[in-house]
């Protein structure tokens, strides 16, 4: 017989490596034939409902490691809240239209120009529904578990009729209107642009000083007086209507080496450095309101005649002294601040600049050069009349197309708008009952809706939901209740192509007429909704369309750009549709960046790709990846990050599997004990296990996961492997099978097992699952379960104080072992013979623990002296406490491997300590007949 057939080794067929990229896609196969999600759903039917609204993604390629973050984070927390008493379902969705999908279409050759919208819009659908697919399988091959089978697509008849009717419900209340203002306008992709589309980077651009002659000085300025203005955008200079200056500041006219200007008393010794004046004189000092109707001529009049034009000054108080001349050139077709004050002082709201960015006829001598090419010939117009006092160039940072990444204007365009201004005061209410994570968010989102201008929400594009808006004989726009709901309907049964595909009159319902068409001839509106608007209503056309979905929704979760985005239209639509927040909290993420802390690009070759992650290493790499990482700040992803989770990830899977191994001999409803029978350092452990539920529940309710992750791992790697598991050894391979102090510690084992497979299954889904296949438990699933609520026992508080002082001696004497070996006195710790000189304190805390301190501390030999008083003077002295180490005295027990004085104490069993012999007689007699081979030599 062979002495290690006498030990309780730890049997498990549950497999040392995951092998996570085959084994996930074939757990995942179960899952779908057995229909888990489904069953969690009808399992939790009656419970409390927690709602987590999907955020659509674009459908436009393979999904990044920004969608994994953000689809695993939400994967979590309903996981955990289906796990925790609620009925969580999770229906995914998608964003398909928009201007990408056209761009993408026009790189593989489609030429929009040759087919009908129609046809374009079809190829468009195509591509979008192939995306869709494309995504929804990356997504799932990261573990999540959703309504795969029934998501959200904004392409959907039902999405589009949704949508069209929050539109009218919107145009009823008087928040739609029709308006010619500058807007974002990109010449790159020939349409409007919302502020959400709008990113900022550096470009270099001309800086100008440009002189007006005054026309009518009222008495107050000489007509031999220049008015000067600065600005960065020569080319806007031939849409000028007028100066504009702050009425609270005061100007100076000086005369300049011979010649008069006014420019703003504050910035004089700055434009006079600027412009090189060698001899200035103060002639007089003028506040701004004074010099408010005074006119000037436009200074390209000498340049072309169609220029010459009186224009006036205007009081503007948005003016600063920040940069320029302290009066400001005013184009109210080409910005915000000047159409405002354009249309108070009633000036031509002009635009010079067509759809392309072209210059146009209202700008001759330019016409047909795209206004970046027109600013050189402007200035060079303006220096031969003699208006040019200054040119130069700065680098400064300008708004962009997100997606085409070219450079955006202001130009003014006849749009639909949705009022912000009309209910933002509401809007900003609903704001007030919402919670954020973090809570800079709430901040930032009420200061956006508190200085948001009216919503631009017309597009020039052909792939989206068109505008529900026909228009009479006249021009009048009709947008009813009637035609809405027929057009909803019509949008529902067919979807949104017939808009396209049928003329006005077959789209209005039957009989319909107006007043303003006596002849009954109608036109329909040709643009489409900002895509803000599409995902916008995702609360009316999933949250109240779906009866087991609720509106308001308690959760959003997405990226930091959404506060400007998703957040931002939803907010404003459910606010005006339905009077509330779409949502009751907000968590936003950070961005993922490479390891130097830049965007992640497949330009710059800087990409990880979740894809490629799962092939090599399986995808709950990637979710303990997202487990361990703050995602509320911007986040890093480098190989290395991924090497590290594969690490942790080992270490968890090898510490289940021992559990797994030694307790494969016990049955816990007849091996089991209760807490109260437990030996102390059991019921500890019971403690430190609830304690680890306790603050993982916690974290998981705050949507931490980091501390949840963080307190699994460190109860594992601290709690279990370097303490308990570490002594338990001597316990559970050792003693008889069924010893009272091995069954309390696989009872022990089994509780941490159960527990810690239920807490990391939002994480780790994939694991638990095969964990679970190799425990007896009644549910096949462990994503059928529920996590263990906390349970508190009456004397938690004394263990964790009495095991927290042991703990503090435990690590005195392994700092005594370790000098010891380092002067090789033992090797391996059960080699050592250890003698502790306690204070009062420590040696009553040793008593009352009631535990063998040998065991615990895995040494052969331990004695506790009377006294710190006694410890010889070559002891290790610490603060309560002094340690000797020897090395203990006798031989080592080839079963027990402790270095024993009673080896052959047994005669019937010479080779094994007083222990060990025991043990064998009891439960293996045979052994005293055949006898035990020799161990064989290493």
Not at 315 to 333: E, M, R
């Amino acid at each position: 017989m062979r002495i290690k057939d006498t030990l309780n080794m730890g049997k498990t067929k549950f497999p040392m490596r995951g092998n996570l990229p085959v084994k996930e896609v074939e757990r995942q196969k179960l899952w779908r034939e057995n229909h888990v999600y489904e069953q969690r759903q009808k399992l939790n039917e009656g419970k409390p409902t927690f709602v987590l609204h999907d955020g659509p993604p674009f459908a436009n390629g393979n999904i990044h490691m920004g969608h994994a973050m953000n689809k695993i984070s939400k994967d979590i927390i309903v996981r955990y809240k289906s796990m925790t008493g609620y009925r969580a379902p999770y229906v995914p969705g998608w964003d398909t239209h928009g201007l990408p999908i056209e761009q993408q279409l026009a790189k593989k050759g489609v030429n929009r120009k040759k087919m009908s919208i129609v046809e374009f819009r079809k190829l468009c659908y195509d591509f979008a529904k192939k995306e869709v697919e494309k995504q929804r399988k990356d997504f799932m091959r990261l573990g999540v578990s959703a309504e795969w089978d029934n998501p959200y697509i904004t392409y959907q008849p039902e999405y589009e009729a949704a949508e069209v009717r929050v539109f009218g419900k919107m145009a009823e209340k008087g928040y739609i209107y029709k308006g010619k203002k500058p807007v974002y306008w990109s010449p790159s992709s020939e349409s409007t642009l919302a502020e959400a589309e709008i990113e900022y980077h550096d470009i270099k651009s001309p800086t100008i000083y440009v002189a007006f002659d005054v026309v009518d000085g009222k008495d107050l300025l000489d007509t031999d007086t220049k008015f000067i203005i600065w600005t960065t955008t020569p080319w806007t200079i031939p849409a000028n209507e007028g100066i504009a200056v702050n009425p609270k500041f005061d100007y100076v006219q000086v005369e300049a080496d011979g010649q008069k200007y006014v420019v703003a008393a504050e910035l004089l010794d700055k434009v006079k450095n600027d412009i090189g004046w060698q001899d200035v004189q103060v002639l007089k000092t003028i506040k701004g309101r004074d010099l408010e109707n005074l006119t000037a001529r436009h200074p390209l009049a000498k340049f072309n005649k169609a220029y010459d034009r009186v224009v006036p000054v205007m009081l503007g108080n948005y003016v600063t002294l920040d940069t320029g001349t302290g009066l400001v050139h005013i184009a109210p077709g080409h910005g915000e601040d000047d159409y405002n004050v354009g249309v108070k002082y009633h000036r031509p709201i002009l635009s010079v600049v067509d759809a392309k960015g072209l210059m146009t006829d209202d700008a001759p001598g330019f016409t047909g050069q795209f206004y970046d090419k027109a600013n050189p010939m402007v200035t060079d117009a303006l220096k031969q009349t003699g208006a040019l006092l200054k040119l130069d160039f700065f680098t400064h940072s300008y708004p962009h197309d997100w997606r085409t990444k070219k450079p955006v204007i202001y130009r003014a365009t006849t749009q639909w708008f949705a009022s912000v201004e009309a209910f933002r005061d509401q809007i900003l209410q609903a704001i007030d009952g919402v919670q954020f994570k973090p809570d800079w968010g709430q901040t930032r989102l009420y200061n956006m809706i508190k200085d948001r201008n009216d919503w631009v929400i017309s597009r020039q594009r052909a792939w989206g939901v068109p505008l529900p808006i026909f228009y009479a004989e006249d021009g009048t726009a009709i947008i009813t209740p009637e035609t809405i709901d027929h057009v909803a309907n019509l949008f529902a049964k067919y979807g949104s192509n017939v808009w396209f595909e049928r003329e006005a009159k077959d789209l209005l319902p039957d009989g319909f007429h107006s007043e303003h068409s006596p002849n009954g001839h109608f036109t329909k509106e040709k643009d489409i909704m900002d895509v803000w608007f599409d995902s916008g209503s995702s609360h009316q056309a999933v949250l109240a369309a779906r009866p087991y979905l609720t509106y308001p929704a308690d959760l959003y979760l997405e990226g930091s750009d959404q506060y400007r985005g998703w957040f931002n239209s939803s907010l404003i639509t459910s606010v005006a549709v339905g009077g509330i927040a779409p949502y009751k909290q907000i968590v936003s993420q950070g961005f993922t960046l490479d390891g130097k802390g830049r965007k992640m690009s497949k330009s710059l070759g800087n990409t990880i790709s979740p894809n490629d992650i799962e092939k090599q290493m399986g995808a709950e790499i990637i979710r303990i990846w997202v487990a361990n990482v703050d995602t509320s700040a911007d986040v890093r992803v480098t190989q290395e990050s991924f090497r590290q989770a594969s690490e942790s990830y080992r270490k968890i899977r090898n510490t289940m599997r021992y559990l797994l191994s030694n307790v494969s001999d016990f049955d816990p409803k007849q091996d089991g004990y209760a807490y109260a029978d437990l030996n102390s350092v059991d019921r500890y452990m019971e403690v430190r296990l609830n304690q680890v539920l306790a603050k993982a529940r916690a974290a998981y309710e705050a949507y931490d996961f980091q501390t949840v992750y963080k307190t699994i791992s460190n109860f594992i790697t601290n709690d279990l492997s370097s303490f308990y598991l570490d002594f338990a050894k001597d316990v559970i391979y050792i003693d008889s099978k069924n010893d009272p102090n091995r069954r309390k510690m696989q009872t022990v084992f089994y509780d941490c097992l159960i527990t810690l497979t239920k807490l990391l299954t939002p994480i780790l889904p994939h694991t638990t699952e095969e964990i679970w296949g190799y425990m007896d438990e009644p549910e096949e699933f462990v994503q059928l379960t529920d996590i263990p609520e906390v349970q508190h026992h009456e004397d938690e508080d004394d263990l964790l104080s009495a095991w927290s002082d042991f703990m503090n001696v435990r690590t005195d004497v392994q700092k005594a072992l370790e000098t010891a070996r380092d002067q090789k006195i033992i090797g391996k710790s059960l080699e050592a013979a250890v003698t502790i000189y306690p204070t009062e304190p420590v040696k009553a805390l040793l008593t009352s623990l009631n535990a063998d301190i040998m065991q615990l501390l895995i040494v052969s030999k331990l004695t506790i002296a009377d006294s710190m008083d006694a410890a010889p003077a070559d002891a290790l002295q610490f603060g309560d406490l002094a340690v000797s180490v020897a090395h203990a005295p006798g031989e080592v027990c080839p079963r027990c491997r402790m270095t024993r004085t009673d080896i052959g104490a047994d005669p019937k069993l010479p080779m094994l300590c007083g222990r060990c012999a025991a043990i064998i007689e009891a439960d293996y007699p045979e052994a005293l007949t055949e006898g035990f081979e020799a161990p064989k030599k290493k």
